[in-house]
């Protein structure tokens, strides 16, 4: 039907009137055959119709006089019954009102559709031209968004190459400093061990000078811990995980695997960063009296670590998005960096699940 619609659209004018006049003649010809006797004159609207739509409204008005014509000849007997002749004309004209009444609805109804097709396809061309152009900033919002995550990626090589290198100057330099001094004050707590002031202000700089040795060696494990990487990324966990429970009384049940790849240099340092920030979360925020710690690697191609507590909770979008919590943002900033998935599952009063899954290589 839809082909037929659009030929006859496309056709030309005589191609149109030569089937309108067969319509036409086709009702007037069974208006013929059916006699006075049965009313016919409703499908002489068909070729009107048709007229209307296709051809115009000159055509179709050209057409309603045919058809008023040819319906007065049939309710006349071809003009010859004289009873009620002026009855059969008035509803001539009667009936030529209605085709003409039908004729500009039509039309008018044809002119409404194109237009609305023309507001259509105008429309249609701005929201293709919206999409190419969304496409477009889309595409440039994610070649930016891959470039700063490069860029992102190269900071934190950077911040860790750097903490790495002020670790070891801590750690080499500012220690064994120290530690000479501490020697240099027990070898002079020995020397005038018969003066006994001087020897306990000798004790006391010796307790403060272990006291910074010890601080020292913090500050130095914070910024790049030893085992990280002369042990690797689990028993670098294992030691943070005791070393949080002497300083904060959490319990924490630590799971982990029997066996475990080595990873690669920038996960390795990510996901202990993640973890040290989860740990410290759990301090700020929770008020928890125990965590789980699970990690596990599955299938050797993916490294899962779940992080739970007992904890007040929190609404995460209200949290991440109105507030804008740092060391939310800075978890879920790293997780990208090695192509990680960071998920929080967390509501008031019923603690807080952080899952991190993380494709080995």
Same mark, same amino acid.
């Given at each position: 039907?839809?082909?037929?619609? $659009?030929?006859?659209?496309?056709?030309?004018?005589?191609?149109?009137?030569?089937?309108?006049?067969?319509?036409?003649?086709?009702?007037?010809?069974?208006?013929?055959?059916?006699?006075?006797?049965?009313?016919?004159?409703?499908?002489?609207?068909?070729?009107?119709?048709?007229?209307?739509?296709? +051809?115009?409204?000159?055509?179709?008005?050209?057409?309603?006089?045919?058809?008023?014509?040819?319906?007065?000849?049939?309710?006349?007997?071809?003009?010859?019954?004289?009873?009620?002749? +002026?009855?059969?004309?008035?509803?001539?004209?009667?009936?030529?009102?209605?085709?003409?009444?039908?004729?500009?609805?039509?039309?008018?109804?044809?002119?409404?559709?194109?237009?609305?097709?023309?507001?259509?396809?105008?429309?249609?061309?701005?929201?293709? $031209?919206?999409?190419?152009?969304?496409?477009?900033?889309?595409?440039?919002?994610?070649?930016?968004?891959?470039?700063?995550?490069?860029?992102?990626?190269?900071?934190?090589?950077?911040?860790?190459?750097?903490?790495?290198?002020?670790?070891?100057?801590?750690?080499?330099?500012?220690?064994?400093?120290?530690? +000479?001094?501490?020697?240099?004050?027990?070898?002079?707590?020995?020397?005038?061990?018969?003066?006994?002031?001087?020897?306990?202000?000798?004790?006391?700089?010796?307790?403060?000078?272990? $006291?910074?040795?010890?601080?020292?060696?913090?500050?130095?494990?914070?910024?790049?811990?030893?085992?990280?990487?002369?042990?690797?990324?689990?028993?670098?966990?294992?030691?943070?995980?005791?070393?949080?429970?002497?300083?904060?009384?959490?319990?924490?049940?630590?799971?982990?695997?029997?066996?475990?790849?080595?990873?690669?240099?920038?996960?390795?340092?990510?996901?202990?960063?993640?973890?040290?920030?989860?740990?410290?979360?759990?301090?700020?925020?929770?008020?928890?009296?125990?965590?789980?710690?699970?990690?596990?690697?599955?299938?050797?191609?993916?490294?899962?670590?779940?992080?739970?507590?007992?904890?007040?909770?929190?609404?995460?979008?209200?949290?991440?998005?109105?507030?804008?919590?740092?060391?939310?943002?800075?978890?879920?900033?790293?997780?990208?960096?090695?192509?990680?998935?960071?998920?929080?599952?967390?509501?008031?009063?019923?603690?807080?699940?952080? $899952?991190?899954?993380?494709?080995?290589?």
């Amino acid at each position: 039907m839809s082909e037929f619609h $659009n030929y006859i659209e496309r056709s030309s004018i005589y191609i149109k009137l030569l089937a309108g006049s067969l319509l036409i003649t086709i009702v007037a010809f069974t208006d013929f055959l059916t006699t006075r006797e049965i009313s016919f004159s409703i499908f002489y609207l068909i070729p009107i119709a048709f007229m209307a739509w296709y +051809a115009g409204k000159v055509y179709a008005f050209i057409f309603s006089v045919a058809g008023a014509a040819f319906w007065l000849f049939m309710d006349t007997e071809g003009f010859t019954s004289e009873k009620n002749i +002026a009855f059969s004309f008035w509803s001539t004209v009667v009936r030529f009102g209605f085709f003409t009444i039908v004729t500009v609805l039509i039309v008018k109804l044809k002119t409404l559709k194109n237009n609305q097709e023309e507001i259509i396809d105008l429309r249609t061309i701005e929201l293709q $031209n919206e999409i190419a152009e969304h496409k477009k900033s889309q595409d440039s919002l994610l070649i930016k968004s891959r470039q700063l995550s490069e860029l992102n990626k190269k900071l934190e090589n950077i911040k860790e190459e750097q903490n790495t290198r002020v670790a070891r100057e801590i750690h080499d330099e500012l220690g064994q400093s120290l530690t +000479a001094i501490n020697l240099e004050l027990m070898w002079v707590k020995k020397k005038h061990s018969d003066i006994p002031d001087l020897e306990e202000r000798m004790d006391a700089l010796s307790t403060i000078v272990t $006291n910074t040795i010890s601080t020292v060696r913090k500050i130095s494990s914070d910024l790049r811990p030893r085992l990280l990487d002369q042990l690797g990324l689990i028993a670098a966990i294992e030691s943070l995980v005791k070393e949080f429970r002497n300083r904060t009384g959490i319990k924490i049940d630590l799971k982990l695997p029997e066996t475990a790849p080595q990873l690669e240099g920038t996960v390795t340092i990510t996901v202990y960063r993640i973890f040290q920030e989860a740990l410290t979360n759990i301090v700020r925020h929770s008020g928890c009296s125990e965590a789980k710690v699970n990690i596990q690697f599955p299938d050797n191609r993916h490294f899962i670590m779940q992080i739970s507590d007992n904890g007040r909770g929190f609404i995460f979008e209200d949290t991440y998005y109105k507030t804008g919590s740092l060391g939310l943002i800075g978890m879920h900033e790293r997780a990208n960096i090695i192509n990680g998935i960071l998920r929080f599952e967390s509501s008031p009063g019923a603690g807080t699940i952080i $899952n991190l899954e993380v494709p080995v290589s």
